[in-house]
């Protein structure tokens, strides 16, 4: 079970500091992410493939999008990290290039004293758990230097064609259009799947491949999106949210939030600040 | 910067359309946009995308009764359309016609009054604010005329053309994805082409002093014409990106101001009923125009030369009219139905246009009556 100590929201995206005990199966989400270890035990992410320690010396840079998974020492102390989800928008307003415009340069990060510093100042900011006005610039600056360190060792990828391949397929296309219609509402993959003209097996196959994720996690993030949306911006109760979305009871809501975001989803309005 | 802000937002990248709407919908706190396209966009892959990008508790409107050309009737259907279904923003996807018809509609939105007492023929424009509501505008190859520059161009019902012009008809943000630009048939590439480069010629040439301007029409056309030899067949992203990077500094160099060719080639669109292809007329009387201009330039042509890789010895109106010979379009304006009565009327109209004083030598009605029978 994984434990939220501290949730800020800001202009550019969250900042979180999470006590986790267990591993994290491969997600992805729209936020590009920053984990940086903050103390107890080290562990691992794998990043597209990529196998990155999270540990003093390095931290993992997840572009939008892009599946990954964190995997830790079974028992023991819980691991603690800093995690930053980062707006597409803190993208497009800072990409140097036409190509990748959603992406790091790669996905391990150096903790150079500069990042350190960073780090530690936003930290110090959401262990204080009071609003403030120095979380968005701390964010911002946090995130550019990890950015800029990301191209300066950046491979040159051939992403041109998955950016090509993402949009090439009709089938795939349609289901993001229905999906986004209506991911509020229970529809069952192989209905899904009929509706655009594929096979369960076929459909899950050509959008992994399109998206680097499967459908069920796509509509999953979808779902968390609205939740953390709800739990943020209104007065609605956790049973309301759960049932707007479609869960038949608070109980399944909290599961599927807790798995999908690593905190119940009570906890996650309890700590949670908007700056 | 992938985002570009000189005049207002533009974001330039691949496969950017997701997640640049949906930022920019929840940057400026919008959920019910009134999407104008016309009904082949709608029911084509781009719009798939553009479905699926919206923000949780977006409820999209549609409106696919889009003209050829932007006709103040079908902007008066969607300030209707848009009241009626309490929109609060407007999204257009595709070509010059689709935007110029959403800038239109805007101002109908905003005002009670018949969109001819807007124009810049009646005085209008000073009485254009900043209270228009929000547009985000998603051109395709074709559509950047429209989706940068402070300009529409709108036919009245009684058969008149207007002029729509304010620094506030800009869209508030313009999304250019060159993965938007796949797919698109050589006819229609030919035909943004010609018109990337009739623009971007014509506002360098242009007496007007903008050396920003000047800068982005030669980068535009000097990124046209070095890919010129695949650019209306190949249909690779690299090929499209470098398009829309051309059609995009071009279409911004009009902030010289409308230029000579655009009020020839918008003479002729206002004549007769049927629509006619601007870009497709540029192609043709480009070589004419610049002929027609000859040492008044003021050795400018030579700089064009160099950026469009015309040999020096080569005139320059020559070079165009190779550079441009070949694509499928037609090849005289009687092709396209245009009768000889029509070019005196459109040069009539053009010589009255105040974009005709701006080239480098005073052009009359019969220059231009005479440029136009050199291609009938």
């Known amino acids: 079970m994984a434990r939220a100590i501290s949730v800020h929201h800001g202009s550019f995206g969250r900042a979180t500091i999470y006590e986790l005990d267990k591993p ?9 992410h920053l984990i940086f270890y903050l103390g107890g035990a080290k562990g691992q992410l794998t990043v597209g493939g990529t196998e990155v320690p999270l540990d003093e010396t390095s ?3 997840i572009s939008p999008w892009e599946p990954h998974s964190f995997d830790r020492p079974s028992g023991g102390e819980p691991s603690f990290a800093v995690t930053l989800y980062i707006k597409p928008m803190w993208f497009l307003e800072n990409s140097k290039s036409a190509e990748f415009a959603l992406n790091f340069g790669a996905p391990k990060i150096h903790m150079t004293p500069a990042v350190e510093t960073w780090v530690g100042r936003l930290a ?12 968005d610039g701390f964010l911002f600056e946090t995130t550019q230097e990890c950015f800029v360190q990301s191209w300066q060792e950046a491979p040159s990828r051939p992403l041109l064609n998955s950016v090509q391949r993402k949009f090439s397929d009709f089938r795939v296309r349609r289901s993001l259009r229905v999906m986004q219609e209506r991911y509020t509402e229970e529809t069952p993959m192989d209905e899904l799947a009929r509706e655009v ?3 369960r097996p076929h459909f899950f196959k050509l959008f992994k491949m399109q998206m680097g994720l499967t459908p069920n996690l796509y509509l999953n993030m979808l779902r968390a999106e609205h939740a953390i949306d709800d739990l943020m911006t209104t007065s609605k109760s956790v049973t309301e949210i759960g049932l707007d979305l479609g869960f038949a009871s608070q109980a399944s809501f909290t599961r599927f939030f807790t798995s999908n975001v690593g905190i119940p989803p009570t906890d996650y309005r309890r700590v949670a600040h908007f700056v | 910067m992938t985002l570009i802000t000189y005049l207002m937002r533009v974001h330039f990248a691949d496969g950017v359309l997701e997640e640049a709407l949906r930022s920019e919908m929840e940057r400026h706190g919008k959920r019910r946009p009134l999407i104008i396209s016309s009904k082949n966009q709608l029911d084509g892959p781009n719009a798939e995308r553009l479905f699926s990008s919206f923000p949780i508790r977006t409820r999209p409107e549609t409106f696919v009764d889009t003209p050829a050309q932007a006709t103040e009737a079908a902007a008066l259907d969607i300030a209707q359309h848009y009241a009626d279904k309490n929109c609060d923003h407007l999204i257009a996807l595709g070509s010059t016609a689709v935007i110029d018809l959403a800038k239109a509609a805007r101002l109908a939105i905003s005002f009670d009054e018949p969109l001819a007492a807007l124009s810049r023929e009646e005085g209008g424009s000073t009485r254009i604010d900043a209270s228009l509501p929000g547009l985000f505008a998603v051109p395709d190859i074709s559509g950047f005329a429209s989706a940068v520059s402070d300009y529409s161009r709108v036919r009245l019902k009684s058969g008149d053309q207007i002029l729509l012009f304010s620094k506030f008809l800009r869209p508030s943000v313009t999304i250019c994805d060159p993965t938007l630009a796949l797919g698109t048939a050589p006819a229609v590439c030919a035909s943004a082409v010609s018109g990337i480069i009739g623009r971007g010629v014509d506002a360098y040439l242009s007496r007007n002093y903008n050396p920003p301007a000047d800068g982005l029409a030669l980068d535009g056309v000097s990124r046209i014409t070095s890919h010129l030899a695949r650019i209306v067949e190949d249909d690779s992203l690299a090929t499209r990106r470098e398009t829309m990077a051309g059609a995009l500094n071009s279409a911004l160099s009009l902030q010289k101001g409308l230029c000579v060719i655009h009020a020839i080639c918008q003479a002729i669109a206002s004549v007769p009923e049927t629509p006619i292809d601007v870009n497709a007329v540029a192609r043709l009387i480009m070589p004419g125009l610049v002929d027609f201009y000859g040492d008044a330039t003021n050795g400018k042509t030579e700089a064009l030369k160099r950026h469009m890789r015309i040999d020096r010895k080569t ?3 020559d070079g165009l009219a190779e ?3 070949g694509f499928p379009l037609p090849d005289r ?12 009327t459109a040069a009539q109209r053009a010589a009255r246009d105040r974009a005709i004083t701006t080239g480098p030598r005073p052009i ?5 009556e005479e440029i136009l029978a050199a291609v009938h």
């Open chain 2, 315 to 317: 005139p320059l109106a």
């Open chain 1, 197 to 199: 003209g594929l096979s």
């Open chain 1, 24 to 32: 994290l199966t491969t997600h992805a989400h729209r936020e590009g």
């Open chain 2, 364 to 368: 009359g009605q019969r220059d231009i």
């Open chain 1, 59 to 61: 931290a993992a840079a």
């Open chain 1, 124 to 135: 110090s900011v959401l262990l204080d758990n009071q609003p403030s006005d120095h979380f």
């Open chain 2, 323 to 325: 550079m441009m010979q």
């Open chain 2, 333 to 344: 304006l009687s092709d396209m139905g245009l009768t000889g009565g029509d070019l005196t």
